[in-house]
């Protein structure tokens, strides 16, 4: 059955403003190039959405040419507020942008392990609050014509614990702050005309590293989460999975050797999280010898890690390199097709600084969270954006990536004692494996990222360790990478939630905008 006048208009309605999202600013002419539509189809769409305020002149495509055609057409950023929350354990991180992802106010605060479940919630609420009131300020004056314009329309929300998938509610867990789930209801009461959304952080990461980040040329991969906790997040065929009981990826639990017991229902302790959280990291760290770093969360592990790259790297001669080169080229199973340079290989090692994606500082980062092109809808994660292979990103495997892997290798099998810092990443890479080679050899994704502060610091030399493990357990051929956007994706993946599902609704027929 042919779709129905106001059916068509509605496709061709979305279809344009998702162009406007991905391409930026575009003249009538490129849209009809881009859609195929006609022109009258594409005059009239454009007329539609310029009187809903969702597209505006912004100006000529050249100096040389007057007239419809030569005006650029961009979408309304101010349209509408959107806000993201990084809910951790020990604080809230903040951002507020426009309705293209532009930063409009950040804000971050500390919650104290002993405030109670009220002045906890209190706390993270006027932060969201000011930051909202911030970005208002800086919003353009509100147009004619289009109700509530530059209102605070989506929050999107990342934290640890399970979604319930009936609900969308965030589920009561062990282990977990009270605070978090009053968080969430106390936002829904002192936010009536936004629309509150819950997701689990690892969820969110790998939806921001699918889009912006180290998978984004792939379509399945899993995101194994590596910062206070661990988990990891699912991505088949571009779609995010979750699970009967929104449990996937729930990894932490994971039965693995090299423990003390086995975990229990309410309780990962035991589990794959006794290996690779970062208290477990931290305490590997000392035992070999390496400097305790001033805390033994997501941060101070990731100084741990980012430590000893930056010496193993600093020690490694380059007749060391070469010596291990013939560890592993181009062609064979496990490596990316891509070259990586010197300096890539080496980038995870480079300390981080406050407020830079990793950084102990856990600060809010100061970068744009929602430069991404946007997808459908929060569901879907989206479907690879088909790059080659000699400009993906987050190659965390490719040949030059296996011979700083190789010459850690060799580093690690020198005399004991020698090679403290090459030793623990050796040691830690055998952990890591452990329980990514579970997760292969039931999904065979092809691509595992290391997300997290700790995954990020790591780099390609932790990456490029833990492939060659994996190449030595599984025969499943399986790219490792690391994260290209470490501690601050999940905040990017909420904002990227938060975008998709303002744009869905923005984005109806203009009968539905009141405008």
């Not at 001033?294 to 001669?317: H, K, N, Q």
Request: with cysteine; glycine share 16%.
């Amino acid at each position: 059955m042919p779709a129905s006048p106001s059916t068509a208009r509605a496709i061709n309605d979305r279809l344009a403003l998702r162009l406007f999202q991905q391409e930026g600013p575009l003249t009538a002419g490129q849209l009809k190039q881009l859609t195929g539509l006609s022109r009258p189809t594409v005059a009239d769409l454009v007329d539609r959405l310029t009187a809903a305020g969702l597209i505006t002149v912004v100006g000529e495509s050249g100096e040389q040419r007057r007239g419809p055609n030569a005006r650029l057409y961009g979408i309304v950023a101010d349209r509408a507020h959107l806000a993201a929350l990084d809910v951790r354990t020990e604080g809230v991180l903040v951002l507020v942008s426009d309705l293209v992802g532009r930063v409009l106010a950040e804000a971050s605060v500390p919650i104290d392990a002993g405030s109670g479940t009220g002045p906890a919630v209190e706390q993270a609420v006027a932060a969201v609050e000011s930051a909202v009131k911030e970005a208002g300020a800086l919003a353009a004056p509100e147009r004619a014509g289009v109700r509530e314009w530059g209102r605070l329309h989506t929050v999107g929300i990342g934290a640890p614990g399970l979604i319930d998938p009936a609900t969308g509610d965030l589920r009561d867990s062990a282990g977990l702050p009270a605070w978090h789930r009053s968080l969430v209801a106390t936002l829904h009461e002192r936010l009536p005309g936004a629309r509150v959304t819950v997701e689990n952080e690892t969820n969110l990461a790998a939806l921001a590293e699918q889009r912006e980040g180290a998978a984004r040329d792939r379509d399945t991969f899993v995101l194994l989460w590596l910062g206070h906790g661990v988990g990891a997040a699912v991505v088949l065929d571009g779609t995010l999975r979750r699970g009967a009981s929104g449990g996937t990826g729930e990894i932490g639990f994971l039965p693995v050797p090299g423990t003390d017991t086995l975990p229990s229902a309410t309780d990962c302790t035991g589990g794959y999280h006794s290996l690779t959280g970062a208290a477990a990291i931290v305490s590997l760290a000392t035992a070999h010898g390496l400097p305790a770093p001033p805390t033994t969360d997501g941060p101070g592990a990731a100084e741990a890690v980012r430590g000893a790259v930056t010496a193993v790297l600093a020690g490694m001669g380059s007749g060391t390199a070469r010596s291990g080169a013939g560890r592993a080229s181009a062609g064979e199973a496990g490596s990316c097709d891509g070259p990586v340079t010197r300096e890539a290989a080496g980038a995870g090692a480079r300390p981080a600084s406050a407020g830079e994606p990793g950084s102990p500082a856990g600060s809010a980062p100061a970068a744009p969270a929602g430069s991404g092109a946007g997808s459908s809808s929060g569901e879907s994660v989206g479907s690879g954006a088909g790059s080659s292979s000699a400009d993906r990103p987050g190659a965390g495997a490719g040949p030059e990536s296996a011979v700083v892997a190789g010459g850690v290798a060799e580093a690690v099998a020198g005399p004991a004692g020698e090679v403290p810092a090459a030793r623990f990443l050796g040691a830690l890479a055998d952990r890591i494996a452990v329980g990514a080679a579970s997760v292969v050899a039931v999904l065979d994704p092809g691509c595992v990222v290391l997300g997290g502060e700790v995954g990020q610091a790591g780099g390609t030399v932790l990456a490029g360790l833990v492939e060659e493990r994996l190449r030595r357990m599984s025969p499943l051929v399986t790219e490792v990478r690391a994260s290209s956007l470490g501690g601050t994706a999940v905040l990017r993946g909420a904002l990227l939630t938060a975008r998709d599902r303002a744009q869905d609704e923005l984005f109806a027929p203009p009968e539905r905008l009141g405008g």
